[in-house]
């Protein structure tokens, strides 16, 4: 389960009125009205909370006529409950974390830099960020294929005129080697790692 469902999972109960129902639908289904009396609470009401518990997958609900009735969801309660511990308490969590946010930085460097139409707006300055661009332009290429200088100047033009340096960007961080005029990406393990540059 990834971070922000989690997150977004415990934003929602931490409203009291949805874990009250959580905790009577725990007793059994029950429809929308019982729910509103026992809670206090008026039907439209009760309708929202649970419109948000369903959409969340924490509740089921089925309808029989004109009548509502609303049920736990017991295996994601604890799909959600066990990821939220393995995440607080395992490497898995750590290493969801450092994924999640490593997944923030690079779309917010991707964004910062290309344009809507697709095209590199300017080669970063900052290493870090040269690294997140030439990556995201390498995963464009096809591994094992080879490509003429040519052929990647063409590749590299619809997103930068300055074709000849991202290619020499490319040879010097390890996204390609380059053997008597013919490119070809190396492994993925071989390439400069923006996410070890501090």
């Known amino acids: 389960m990834q971070l922000e469902k989690i997150v977004d999972v415990h934003k929602l109960l ?3 009125n949805r874990m009250k129902i959580l905790m009577l ?3 059994g289904e029950i429809n929308g009205q019982s ?3 026992k809670l206090g609470l008026s ?6 909370h649970a419109s948000k518990l369903r959409e969340a997958s924490l509740i089921r609900e089925r309808r029989d006529k004109n009548t509502i009735y609303f049920s736990l969801n017991p295996e994601f309660i604890k799909q959600f409950h066990q990821a939220s511990l ?13 994924k999640d946010q490593a997944s923030v930085v690079k779309e917010t460097v991707l964004n910062n830099f290309f344009a809507k139409d697709g095209s590199l707006r300017q080669i970063p ?3 870090k960020k040269k690294l997140i661009i030439l990556e995201h332009l390498a995963e464009k290429l096809e591994f094992g294929r080879e490509y003429s200088e040519q052929e990647i100047n ?3 033009k619809p997103f930068h005129d300055d074709f000849a340096t991202i290619r020499r960007e490319f040879i010097m961080h390890h996204f390609m080697y380059r053997n008597n005029g013919i490119y070809v990406l190396n492994p993925r393990e071989m ?3 923006w996410k070890q540059v501090r």
């Open 86 to 98: 393995s995440f607080i308490f395992g490497k898995e969590g750590e290493d969801m974390a450092m």
């Open 14 to 16: 931490g409203d009291p």
């Open 43 to 48: 039907q439209p009401t009760v309708t929202h």
């Open 191 to 193: 390439w400069s790692d």
């Open 125 to 127: 300055a900052q290493y």
């Open 154 to 156: 063409d590749f590299i």
């Open 35 to 37: 729910l509103a009396e």
């Open 25 to 27: 639908l725990n007793r």
